[in-house]
């Protein structure tokens, strides 16, 4: 899986703890969209797994129906939990 646009954050998490705000990710399928209550409000998103294994890796952020988190508007997180460092 390849990723751009790193934005590391101490305030992300997803459902499994920590995780981090991509603004592009490659090599991931998206699934349907659903509301979803997360801990910054409710959000339109799209979990993302990875092509080859089919597992859920995060979302992608649809909609944001706060202001002041629009700026997730189509960024993905991805958990730190689901994602492996290989030659960073």
Not at 32 to 48: N, S, Y
Request: some cysteine; charged content about 25%; overall charge positive.
């Amino acid at each position: 899986m390849g990723i751009y646009s790193f934005q590391p954050s101490d305030t992300c998490h997803g459902r499994n703890g920590r995780a981090y705000l991509f603004g592009r990710v490659v090599n991931v399928l998206t699934g349907p969209k659903e509301d979803r209550q997360l801990m910054t409000g409710l959000h339109t998103v799209a979990d993302i797994s990875c092509f080859q294994c089919q597992e859920v890796l995060g979302w992608k952020y649809e909609r944001a129906y706060e202001e002041s988190q629009k700026y997730k508007e189509g960024k993905y997180i991805l958990e730190k939990a689901k994602i492996m460092k290989e030659n960073w």
